[in-house]
């Protein structure tokens, strides 16, 4: 895991369960992110294999902010699974307020896990 992320904590001290329109009440007001696909001389169509999350979940007040980055042959269709897929497992997992780095592993895990049953016999993802 990422250095520092073994104390990270979610507290609800700005009341992120009752907020207005489901957004959350954090430092921070605007937010963005842009991604390029890398360069492959071989193959010019190259797709970006890359999907950015931006993510806000009202009721434990956080925003996750993170690229899935997409190599291999289906990289872009595993970066894309994992977007949709991962943050509800996330924000979902009964640890998320109380144990930031198990509720991170384990729904990853789990999404990695259900993405595997999915591609399972199919070569095409």
């Known amino acids: 895991l990422i250095d520092g992320l073994a104390a990270a904590a979610i507290e609800d001290s700005a ?3 009752e907020n207005a329109k489901g957004s959350t009440q954090t430092c921070i007001v605007e ?11 071989y193959n010019p169509k190259k797709a970006n294999q890359d999907s ?3 993510w806000e979940d009202a009721a434990s007040n956080s925003l996750l902010l993170c690229v899935m980055d997409g190599h291999g042959e289906f990289g872009d269709k595993v970066s894309q699974d994992l977007k949709k897929n ?3 497992l ?3 997992h009964p640890d998320i307020m109380t144990d930031v780095p198990k509720a991170i ?7 990695e896990q259900n993405m595997l049953k999915k591609m399972a016999g199919n070569a095409d993802f």
């Open 52 to 54: 950015l999350v931006m």
């Open 86 to 88: 991962w943050p509800p």
């Open 105 to 111: 592993t384990e729904s990853l895990n789990t999404a």
């Open 15 to 17: 009341g992120g369960a």
């Open 90 to 92: 996330l924000f979902g």
């Open 31 to 41: 937010y963005n992110g842009k991604s390029k696909k890398g360069y492959a001389p």
